[in-house]
């Protein structure tokens, strides 16, 4: 007996190199296929992440649009009704007397024997 080391001889025979060249097929497949798995994983980490961008940018300017078009409503809603008090204007216009009453109170037109004094709007201060 040899005290250290130890060391077993390998065979050289048929089925051994069979059996190597086996082994060495095996190893090589476990390779290609360890190498398509990761080449899949990037793609599909690609794939997610431009999907999740677009996603995220799409939610943005989906929430832009919706306070665009509140705006517009709200914006549309006041234009109606100072259409409706310019129309209800333009019906009082046509009505004389409210014509000269608004000739006396704007530009101080009197009627014949009338005095306009005017009257200042705030109240003086002691």
Same mark, same amino acid.
């Given at each position: ?8 001889? +390998?065979?050289?025979? /048929? ?11 095996? /190893?090589? +497949? +476990?390779?290609?296929? @360890? ?11 690609? @794939? ?32 109606? +009704? ?19 009453? @608004?000739?006396?109170? /704007? ?20």
């Amino acid at each position: 007996m040899t005290t250290g080391k130890q060391s077993v001889r +390998k065979l050289d025979s /048929n089925y051994m190199q069979q059996y190597d060249a086996y082994v060495e097929r095996q /190893n090589r +497949k +476990k390779r290609r296929l @360890i190498r398509r798995l990761v080449l899949f994983g990037v793609i599909t980490l690609v @794939i997610l992440g431009g999907m999740t961008t677009y996603h995220i940018q799409q939610r943005s300017l989906h929430a832009e649009k919706t306070d665009e078009y509140e705006n517009l409503q709200a914006e549309l809603a006041d234009l109606k +009704k100072e259409q409706k008090n310019l129309k209800q204007e333009t019906e009082r216009l046509k009505n004389e007397d409210y014509v000269l009453e @608004i000739a006396r109170t /704007n530009y101080f037109l009197s009627k014949e024997g009338e005095l306009i004094f005017k009257v200042p709007d705030k109240e003086p201060s002691y």
